[in-house]
């Protein structure tokens, strides 16, 4: 978290908007899909190994879209507001999904 907060400091101002949410995005969309697929294909040490400095990039790229993200909705409460409606809906539909997944999937539970 420290090293997002110096990272931010030094450098975001000067990266335009766009670019950091599509950056964030794809760096969290191609680590979300490698965490999931890398493990089947490496051995169990390396694997390990790989999946924990993936979800430090992964966690790293996501203080940073949160950054941008309050930083955007910051000055304005009407912003704020929805964004952290968006939030808490998105992890409602989240929990409900897994919720449906537990119940309807027998060797997950």
């Known amino acids: 978290m420290l090293f997002s907060q110096v990272l931010s400091i030094l450098f975001l101002e000067r990266i335009p908007i766009k670019l950091r949410l599509g950056l964030t995005f794809a760096v969290n969309t191609v680590f979300t899909a490698c965490i999931g697929v890398l493990p089947s294909l490496l051995q169990t040490s390396q694997a390990y190994l ?14 940073l879209l949160q950054l941008t993200l309050y930083g955007e909705a910051g000055p304005s409460m009407k912003n704020t507001t929805a964004f952290m409606v968006g939030n808490g809906l998105s992890s409602l539909l989240v929990n409900i999904l897994r919720i449906f997944v537990l119940i309807f999937i027998k060797d997950l539970a």
């Open 50 to 63: 790989v999946v924990l400095g993936m979800c430090l990039v992964y966690g790293v790229s996501l203080a």
